[in-house]
């Protein structure tokens, strides 16, 4: 079945730094890819997406680039505030093949912005 | 996007009691999805809520346990019965987006913690 694999947290960093966060996946056909972010206290969002290879999803300073030939979908970010602590959560949706509309999540990131 | 509310939105419970948990939309959408998240871990599908047919439940979860409602296109509930300590999570409601690119939606969810 679908799976996404996500780089274990908790990934702490300093206020400007350079974020990676890293996802693979293992899916039938040709899903769409999501990175939802959780901030404290509320609820999921969606940060950005791509639904096809090599697209490139992008939002608030946040990139990730549908790579099929690496079955990859890594987060990054070339500056990091505070406010971007937060737990990231890759996911995929079945290919359209599939038929599948509800999402496969990774296990989470926590990401910690220290000032 | 699509407005997604839920009741309640946390409560404590007494093992082997059943609490019901709602969620409602403010558009019409055929296909609703109940997520359930554990402390710390990522999200895990509970299973897919059409309107007119029974849901359909993911691995590891059965009705008895989750039985599920879909009176209608804008409603619907998820109870969780006989609930013991490990039934603590946090309970999302999620629908797809307008547009069929993949994403989901997901309401604050329904905090429950079992003592």
């Known amino acids: 079945g679908d799976s996404v694999t996500q780089m274990e947290g908790p990934v702490t960093l300093s206020e400007e730094a350079f974020l990676t966060i890293n996802c693979t996946y293992t899916?039938?056909?040709?899903?769409?890819l999501f990175w939802y972010v959780q901030y404290p206290g509320e609820g999921l969002q969606l940060l950005l997406k791509?639904?096809?290879?090599?697209d490139k999803g992008s939002n608030k300073g946040f990139e990730a680039t549908y790579r099929k030939e690496t079955t990859s979908f890594h987060l990054e970010k070339g500056s990091v505030q505070v406010s971007d602590s937060a737990v990231y959560f890759c996911?995929?949706?079945?290919?359209?093949?599939?038929?599948?509309?509800?999402?496969?999540f990774g296990s989470g990131t926590r990401l910690q912005v220290q000032p | 996007s699509a407005v997604i509310s839920q009741k309640p939105s946390r409560d404590i419970c007494q093992r082997g009691t059943s609490l019901t948990i709602q969620c409602q939309v403010d558009?019409?959408?055929?296909?609703m999805f109940w997520y359930r998240q554990q402390p710390g871990q990522s999200l895990t599908l509970i299973a897919t809520?059409?309107?007119?047919?029974?849901?359909?439940?993911e691995s590891g979860f059965v009705i008895d346990k989750f039985p599920i409602s879909r009176p209608n296109l804008t409603f619907s509930t998820l109870t969780v019965s006989n609930m013991s300590p490990e039934d603590s999570s946090i309970y999302l409601c999620?629908?797809?987006?307008?547009?069929?690119?993949?994403?989901?939606?997901f309401g604050e969810g329904s905090r429950l913690t079992v003592l």
């Open positions: 999620s629908v797809p987006g307008r547009v069929n690119t993949g994403e989901l939606f």
């Open positions: 899916a039938t056909g040709y899903p769409s």
């Open positions: 791509a639904t096809k290879a090599d």
């Open positions: 996911a995929l949706s079945g290919g359209r093949d599939t038929g599948r509309r509800a999402l496969t």
């Open positions: 558009s019409q959408v055929t296909m």
């Open positions: 809520a059409n309107q007119g047919s029974e849901a359909t439940y």
